[in-house]
């Protein structure tokens, strides 16, 4: 809508010119960046962001969800949802959605979905809802079974203590999958996110950790033997790339929020389930930033480096003018007082999710 269009319906309509303020900006925005503003509002009975769910293996999972519709009808959508998890949409004022999912064995672990309102031309959406699902054993898991690490919202990890092979299997003549080293290629210790654990025939004890390699999303299983004693955390990192937000939790309640940049369409940041790998001060380059996080998440399109993909980081910028967006080669870029921020409040092994 035109500015003299919206002065001259003001004296009809003045109990909603604050209402056509907030939706012409926004369009204006969408034009020319076409970064939708986060304005649109959830109403009840919409979860908390980061609201933890517990689901045994073959119960269901129901969760509601609801958004204004200020400006003409709204939509809803989900992304990382699991295999048979089905979020269905109604568009009309409000709108409202109702996710179900019933997990299966092989679900077994956290799971993390990002649920989005916004209006049907894109100009306004919703804050990001991030919900956390741990799918945990029908049964208590037997001596030969795979525990699950971190479904407890309290995820561990732990350094390499001696070179070794990460396994299809939790067997010494499983087939090898990657090697990983003592130290990654920037030099620091190298660390891996626990995700499973179980004790092999000989009643040796084995980890089943998230590897920094390609396919992203990838895991391995590692004897404990060859990883130190185990760390944890409690925070969680999640990155969403269609409104360019990153938005840490700290016992799933959100504790740090802001705006970023991701990677080019044709750079594109990768999605799927990472941690911090490494973090590292002291740039001499300010296109960096005072802090940049190491991720194990791997370029599939950058490739020109060991072990096949560039490494995802999560970095400061020297060009804040040109946050949030499509800007980077793949890395994740925020202001440097907010990578600061980020800095005291997200520790090593923090587990990623980027969708």
């Known amino acids: 809508m035109r500015d003299g269009s919206r002065r001259s319906l003001a004296p009809l309509v003045a109990a909603f010119a604050t209402l056509f303020v907030i939706v012409s900006s926004a369009e204006a925005r969408r034009d020319a960046t076409g970064i939708p503003t986060l304005s649109l509002s959830w109403r009840a009975p919409t979860p908390a962001d980061g609201q933890t769910y517990t689901v045994a293996v073959g119960s269901k999972l129901a969760v509601r969800f609801a958004v204004g519709s200020e400006g003409g009808a709204a939509r809803i959508w989900a992304s990382g949802l699991p295999a048979r998890a089905v979020l269905g949409t109604i568009s009309r004022r409000p709108a ?48 030969a ?91 969680y990192l999640v990155i969403y790339r269609k409104l360019f937000t990153a938005t840490l939790y700290r016992r799933g309640r959100p504790v740090f929020r802001t705006r970023v940049g991701v990677g080019k369409p044709y750079w594109p940041t990768p999605t799927g389930d990472f941690y911090i790998r490494e973090v590292l001060t002291g740039y001499h380059d300010p296109f960096y930033g005072p802090v940049s996080f190491g991720t194990s998440g791997r370029s599939s399109i950058l490739t ?39 800095f005291r409040l997200m520790p090593l092994g923090t587990p990623v999710a980027i969708r």
């Open 96 to 143: 409202t959605a109702l996710l179900n999912w019933t997990p299966s064995k092989g679900q077994i672990g956290t799971h993390v979905l990002v649920v989005v309102g916004g209006s049907q031309n894109g100009a306004i959406a919703t804050q990001p809802r991030s919900i956390f699902v741990q799918v945990v054993p029908a049964t208590p898991p037997g001596i």
């Open 145 to 235: 079974d795979e525990r699950p690490i971190g479904t407890d919202g309290v995820y561990r990890w732990a350094y390499i203590y001696t070179p070794t092979a990460a396994r299809v299997r939790p067997s010494m003549s499983a087939r090898v999958i990657t090697r990983l080293k003592l130290y990654t290629l920037d030099s620091t210790v190298n660390l891996v996110l626990l995700v499973g654990q179980k004790l092999d025939g000989r009643g040796r004890l084995w980890y089943r950790v998230r590897l920094p390699i390609l396919p992203n999303s990838s895991t391995g299983w590692v004897r404990a033997d060859d990883l130190t004693t185990t760390r944890s955390v409690s925070t």
């Open 304 to 342: 020109d480096w060991e072990g096949g993909g560039g490494v995802v980081g999560i970095h400061g910028t020297n060009a804040p003018g040109i946050l949030p967006g499509r800007v980077s080669h793949g890395c994740v870029r925020m202001k440097n007082g907010a990578v600061l921020r980020l």
